[in-house]
Every structure is written in structure tokens, then in C-alpha cells.
């Protein structure tokens, strides 16, 4: 890496992307420009984000590197009270907002919040971790980095001026001149960063990124992992500053955990027990269930059809997959990144919304669908912005910068 970007990066005066903004990019240009380029933010964090938060800290504790060779049940528990801490910090924080809740609605939503993911670790230290976690080892958790972005014509490295670069040096210039460097302004380096869950190292010495999601369902298609912007771009992001990473581990976990089947409240076609679809069950955990709450309905195989159920299309509670990268994969990653990057920074670049049900650019669900509806119709918008909203820093410009300089040591 070129040593003039290094100085640049260590006092973190880069104008830097990350998946998310790519992605908002993609999917609404509006909601992209109000929140990457105005920092308008929501005052209360969705609630599936919050809870992907904690279970991130208790993973954070849970996989450890230094912690690895300990009890895994001593483990466990510093994880459970790592989520649980984050939790409680969450719900301080909607009770002091409540937007459009009781304090006593608040207090429901994260008992429940707490309870899901207590289950659900336990659930990942019984079943998958013995399963799935034999044959490497973590050897650091969430490293932040940066990398730079070379443009996808001519290799060389790719700059900005755009008006938030040029206030970003001014500032920092205005503090001090040390080793400034001579010449004109060129703009700041565009570079590419984010965090990684996890890098770990298998049996035979290579080395893999492992990420952790959580999700309402787990999909039965995975083909989209090959072209996944995270899966990629982190890959190449280590592979360009010279690290030989083998690829990618995404571990998708469901919001959900097996659990016995519930009582009928009268026996039905002679079974105790439900056999409804939608159960968060499992074979093994109803298998148990009826075996011995019911042993003679089982006996007569009244619920062998339901098993067999479960055996072959029954819930999914995770779901790992490993995604090689080969170079060439990552050339051409390397390439969409700089020409995505030349559109966002474009001086003349348009904004304009995108209305469409789901993904990314979905409306349903969007935070800015009321001062979006509003600005389409031509009333107060700003209203809605200031009081809805509060503008601040993006969340990976209010995290402590020294943690992503170590990273450059």
C-alpha cells in the first residue's frame, strides 16, 4: 500500500464506503442521500437491528480467541450476560424515546427480546457449535478495516472533493499542519471498510472470514451467497492488502430455537400433543417430547407421520455455508466496487426515490416513508426530518478511530 495513503488513512481523512451504503445506494437514492450525505438518523433503532446488536456482542464473547480453550459452559454464560447487558442498555434507551409505547409495552418487547436470545445461544452451545466448530479456531473478533479503492480503469488510486472532504480537511488542517503534504489538494482517498465478525484459521493453516446473521426465516435457497456484496467485497478487502484468504464462512441463525411441543388442551385423534406445521420444533426435540409424554400414542406410531415431517421439511434453525473466492472473482469485484464508488461521487449524480415493496429499496418498511410520502406531494418534508430524525455522524465515524488504525499497524 502506497505510504502517502497510509498517512491518510492512519488520521482517518478518507472519504470511506461501506455494504450498507452501497446497498441503500442501490436501493433508494432518496433514502441514501438523507442519510449518508444529510446524516439524518432514526431516534429509535428497528428493532431487528437492536437485537442483531446484542447477539453480535454475545457472539463477540463467545468466540473469543483467548477464551477459546476455557469450559465452553463458562463461555456461554459470559455470553448470555453479554446480551443481556446489551439488551437492558437498548431498553434505557427506548424508554427515555418511547415513541409510540407504554413503558410497560417497552418492558414486554425486550423481556421477550432477552428470553429469544438466551435460547437461542444456548441452542447454538448444545447443537451447532459441537456440530460445526471442531475443525478451526477464531483468531480475532470484530476487526474493523480499511482498505484503499483503486479506480477500475486505470488501477491507480481513486480521490474525492466532494464538499464533505474538503470540509473534513479544513477541519483537520485548521488543528494542525504536521506533516501535511506539499502540494495542491488533491481531494481525500476513497477507501472501503467495514468489520469483521470473526477471522479464524482451519486444520490445514488457511484462513477464513466468519460472519453471523440473524434472520426471521432461514432461506432454503443459498445461491445468492456467490454474489452476496458483504461475502465478496470483505474477501477481497483482506486479499488486497496481501492476506491469503481462503473465503468466506456466513452463519445464518433463525430467531427462533427448538422447543417441546405444546399440550392440546384435549387429546386429538388420540395424540397429547400438537402436530401443528409452524412449530419451532425439531425431530430430536419432538421425538423426546412424545416418547415420553405420550408413550403409548407414540408406540402406536399416531405420530410417525408428523416425524417423519419434521425429518424431511421441518423448520431450520441454521444454516452454514463456506463461499471460495477465486482471483479472478475478486478482480471483478474489485472493478464493481470503483465504478459503484464513480456513481456515488459523481458531481452530478441525481437523487431521485425508488418505490418498490421489498429489499432494500423497499417502502413498507423504510424509516423515511412519511417524509418521502410527503416530499412526493410536495408538503413539509423538513418537518417530518427534524422531528422524526437527528442528524449526526455516520455509525462508523462515532466508533473510537484508533481501533480501525491498529488494524493498519
Known amino acids: 500500500m502506497d505510504q502517502d495513503i497510509n498517512w491518510y488513512i492512519d488520521r482517518r ?44 456482542k454475545a457472539e463477540e464473547v463467545y468466540y473469543a480467541p483467548e477464551t477459546w480453550d476455557m469450559p465452553r459452559e463458562v463461555v456461554l ?44 445461544l444456548r441452542y447454538q452451545h448444545e447443537v451447532i457449535s459441537p456440530r460445526e466448530d471442531q475443525h478451526w479456531r477464531p483468531i480475532r473478533v470484530e476487526i474493523p478495516f480499511m482498505v484503499p479503492i483503486p479506480h477500475p480503469d486505470t488501477g491507480e488510486q481513486m480521490w474525492c472533493r466532494c464538499d464533505a472532504c474538503y470540509k473534513k480537511t479544513t477541519d483537520w488542517h485548521g488543528k494542525t499542519t504536521e506533516n501535511w503534504p506539499e502540494g495542491g489538494w488533491a481531494g481525500l482517498p476513497v477507501v472501503y471498510a467495514g468489520r469483521l465478525d470473526c477471522l479464524g484459521e482451519d486444520d490445514n ?112 434453525f441454521y444454516h452454514r455455508a463456506q463461499i471460495h473466492k477465486t482471483e479472478e472473482e475478486l478482480l471483478n469485484l474489485q472493478r464493481d466496487l470503483g465504478n459503484e464508488v464513480l456513481d456515488m461521487i459523481a458531481p452530478d449524480l441525481r437523487i431521485y426515490p425508488n418505490p418498490s415493496r421489498s429489499g432494500w429499496g423497499g417502502c413498507s418498511g423504510c424509516a423515511f416513508k412519511e417524509p418521502c410520502t410527503e416530499k412526493t406531494r ?28 491498529k488494524s493498519q499497524q
Open 13 to 56: 481523512l478518507v472519504h470511506e464506503f461501506h455494504t450498507s451504503e452501497r446497498k441503500s445506494f442501490r436501493g433508494c437514492r432518496r433514502r441514501w442521500d438523507w442519510i449518508f450525505r444529510e446524516g439524518f438518523y432514526p431516534k429509535l433503532t428497528p428493532k431487528q437491528l437492536d437485537f442483531g446488536t446484542a447477539y453480535h
Open 77 to 120: 454464560e459470559q455470553s448470555i450476560r453479554a446480551f443481556v447487558d446489551k439488551n437492558n442498555e437498548q431498553r434505557k434507551i427506548a424508554h427515555d424515546v418511547l415513541m409510540y409505547k407504554t413503558p410497560e409495552e417497552v418492558d414486554a418487547d425486550f423481556d421477550e427480546r432477552k428470553a429469544l436470545g438466551i435460547g437461542m
Open 205 to 316: 493453516g488457511d484462513l477464513w472470514i466468519i460472519d453471523w446473521k440473524t434472520a426471521a426465516r432461514i432461506p432454503d435457497d443459498h445461491s445468492f451467497l456467490d454474489l452476496d456484496d458483504q461475502v465478496g467485497s470483505y474477501v477481497w478487502a483482506l486479499w488486497s492488502i496481501g492476506m491469503n484468504v481462503r473465503g468466506f464462512i456466513y452463519h445464518e441463525q433463525k430467531k427462533g430455537y427448538p422447543l417441546p411441543p405444546p399440550r392440546n388442551k384435549n387429546i386429538r385423534l388420540g395424540r397429547m400433543y400438537s402436530v401443528k406445521a409452524d412449530m419451532d420444533t425439531d425431530f430430536d426435540t419432538y421425538l423426546k417430547a412424545v416418547s415420553e409424554g405420550d408413550t403409548k400414542a407414540y408406540t402406536d406410531g399416531l405420530y410417525d407421520t408428523y416425524l417423519n415431517f419434521l425429518k424431511s421439511e421441518g423448520q431450520i
Open 378 to 405: 410536495g408538503g413539509d418534508y423538513e418537518y417530518g426530518l427534524e422531528t422524526m430524525f437527528e442528524r449526526r455522524e455516520a455509525y462508523y465515524l462515532r466508533e473510537e478511530p484508533s481501533t480501525d488504525r
